[in-house]
């Protein structure tokens, strides 16, 4: 069964540091994996996607890496502002058996940027 | 552009009653996903079609059923309601699992 596991699991920072948020995954047949944005009591808002075959992809202040071998991922922010300030959540999207296309997430980075 | 529609966006239900979330995806996307998320928890997978057919199931109870019909658009349907079926219920759609999926804004599900 994939397990998905995100590393810190709370994370306060000031405005303008650069951060690191962690993601790691036990089953590598995964299609692609994708990180989310949700604000308290929000939806989810796909921030990036990376797919099995792709190392990293990046969107502006985000950059995301993969390294399907290994199983994790990691989510970069540069220059963080408090309208970061959300959780973030990592899935991948499975490739095995009866899990075929289905995501599955961790239990997301609460993230505070403050002024 | 458009995304992923959820109906309604909040809905108080006493316990035993019934509740339908209604999910029109992205038009041309023929895959919908269902997902739970209670207080302070990830998203947990419910149940998954493709092309009309269900495909997956996960943590779905009994009380519950789905379907999607032939406009692509699905309906969660939800007896007996519990206490603990309070919940944001999240449903997306996708065109094809290497393009990701787009979630819709979800229905906020208060049972008291």
């Known amino acids: 069964k994939q397990e998905v596991t995100q590393i810190p699991a709370a994370l306060s920072v000031p405005e303008g540091e650069n951060l690191v948020l962690n993601c790691s995954f036990t089953d590598s047949a995964i299609y692609n994996l994708q990180w989310f944005r949700q604000d308290p009591g929000k939806g989810l808002t796909s921030l990036l996607l990376?797919?099995?075959?792709?190392r990293e992809q990046t969107s502006g202040r985000l950059n995301a890496s993969l390294d399907k071998s290994s199983g994790r991922s990691t989510l970069y922010i540069a220059a963080s502002q408090p309208g970061d300030s959300a959780t973030y959540l990592c899935a991948v999207i499975e490739a095995g058996g009866t899990s075929y296309g289905k995501l599955t997430f961790g239990q997301g980075t609460i993230l505070t940027v403050h002024p | 552009a458009a995304g992923v529609i959820q109906s309604p966006r909040h809905l108080i239900k006493e316990k035993r009653e019934t509740a339908t979330l209604k999910c029109y995806p992205i038009?041309?996307?023929?895959?919908v996903y269902w997902y739970q998320q209670g207080p302070g928890q990830d998203p947990q997978f419910l149940i998954s079609?493709?092309?009309?057919?269900?495909?997956d199931k996960g943590s779905i109870p009994d009380r519950f059923s789905a379907q999607q019909f032939s406009d692509y658009h699905s309906e969660l349907n939800m007896s007996s309601l519990e206490l603990g079926d309070s919940a944001l219920y999240f449903c997306?759609?996708?065109?094809?699992?290497?393009?990701?999926?787009?979630f819709g804004s979800g229905t906020r599900l208060t049972v008291v």
């Open positions: 038009p041309r996307h023929d895959t």
């Open positions: 997306a759609s996708s065109p094809g699992h290497l393009y990701g999926y787009t």
């Open positions: 079609f493709y092309e009309k057919m269900q495909s």
């Open positions: 990376i797919q099995s075959s792709q």
